[in-house]
């Protein structure tokens, strides 16, 4: 199965806010998707979870010069998300926020992300080359201004 974009599962702000939560809409999320989780906020994260109790891992944080804190979290899920259930961002402290969600399928279960690197806080930031070393790897980019 290659990999697909399956769904935008989808988006909230929160305003000096500890806590911000993402609904899973109609349809769900099956279990072996990848679930991509991106935030960017003026405090760093301290964990992303979810109704299934699938565990998030943070695979790549971007600080611009303006301490704006980007990161992304993945879960390869063991438990299926249904319709109504949530995706909850926590931060270190209240935080200023914008949070996002993605799901994928025909991500592989062993390394479901090739690589994280990159250069540049600006816009004329870099990935480096990221060239995935196994069938079903998904590679992610990140930016922060």
């Known amino acids: 199965m290659a990999v697909a974009f399956d769904k935008n599962i989808g988006s909230g702000t929160g305003s000096m806010e500890l806590t911000v939560a993402i609904t899973v809409p109609a349809g769900g999320v099956a279990a072996g998707n990848l679930v991509v989780v991106r935030t960017v906020a003026d405090q760093a994260v301290s964990s992303v979870t ?6 998030y891992t ?45 799901a994928w399928s025909g991500v592989g279960s062993a390394t479901p992300v090739a690589q994280n690197e990159g250069s540049g806080l600006s816009a004329g930031s870099t990935s480096g080359a990221a060239t995935p070393t196994a069938t079903g790897q998904l590679v992610v980019g990140l930016h922060a201004d």
């Open 50 to 55: 979810d109704t299934g109790s699938n565990t």
């Open 58 to 102: 943070g695979i790549s944080t971007a600080t611009t010069a303006g301490s704006t804190i980007a990161h992304h979290f993945v879960a390869l899920l063991g438990t299926a998300l249904a319709a109504g259930n949530t995706i909850t961002v926590t931060f270190a402290a209240k935080a200023n926020s914008r949070i996002a969600a993605d």
